[in-house]
């Protein structure tokens, strides 16, 4: 099956730089990839992610690259927050068939943006 | 709000027990994932259903079982219950249209066993 690597495993950052989370995947197959954030406490929810077709996608301070030779994908947030202070979490998905899929997460990547 | 609802909320119960886990899915969707969040580690793929059928098994213990009724929604049981087995408990759910996978997590059940 499907494994996701995760690194590093805690980054700590000042405001207003920059944070890159990088992942690895074992599966030639899978096709999608989703960046999601986690509060405290709090249910992970999607915030960016990238299809296989594509290499780059943007939204406002986030980034997400993929290199499907090297089968490794990264998160960049630019002009870091406060609230930018969470764990995120890489995955990985293969689709065989509708509704045979599931997606593979990373160990997660605890983020401390300092004041 | 995801759209996706959890009961209960926290969840306290003795060794040796057994407890279900309820999950909504979003309206429409199909597909339903089990995951298993403990202390310090990731989230962790335990079973996905989708329109009824088991489609996908991950690390779930045997003393686990799932199922997901006609109506779309799901029930995690767990048996035998172990001091290990505390953890956050997430179900998600996507609708898959080939390209579309995103996953919509519920607020989780925190499972603590005593």
């Known amino acids: 099956g499907e494994n996701v690597e995760q690194h590093p495993s805690t980054l700590s950052v000042q405001e207003g730089d920059s944070a890159v989370i990088k992942c690895t995947y074992s599966?030639?197959?899978?096709?999608?990839f989703p960046w999601y954030k986690q509060e405290l406490g709090k249910r992970p929810q999607l915030i960016i992610d990238i299809r296989s077709n594509v290499g780059e996608k943007k939204d406002q301070r986030i980034a997400v690259t993929l290199n499907k030779t090297a089968k490794h994908f990264s998160l960049h947030i630019t002009e870091t927050q406060p609230e930018d202070s969470a764990v995120y979490f890489c995955a990985a998905s293969a689709g065989s068939g509708a509704g045979s899929y599931q997606l593979t997460f990373g160990k997660g990547t605890k983020l401390s943006v300092i004041p | 709000d995801s759209g996706v609802t959890q009961t209960p909320k926290h969840l306290i119960t003795a060794t040796g027990q057994r407890v279900t886990l309820r999950c909504s899915p979003r309206?429409?969707?199909?597909?339903v994932y089990w995951y298993q969040q403990s202390l310090d580690q990731g989230l962790q793929f335990l079973i996905q259903?989708?329109?009824?059928?088991?489609?996908a098994k991950g690390n779930i213990l045997e003393r686990f079982s799932a199922q997901q009724f006609p109506d779309l929604h799901s029930e995690l049981n767990l048996s035998s219950l172990e001091l290990g087995d505390s953890a956050l408990y997430f179900c998600?759910?996507?609708?898959?249209?080939?390209?579309?996978?995103?996953?919509?997590f519920g607020q989780g059940t925190r499972l603590t066993v005593v």
């Open positions: 309206s429409g969707d199909l597909s």
């Open positions: 599966d030639s197959a899978s096709n999608y």
């Open positions: 259903y989708y329109n009824g059928e088991e489609r």
């Open positions: 998600a759910s996507s609708v898959f249209t080939g390209l579309d996978t995103e996953a919509f």
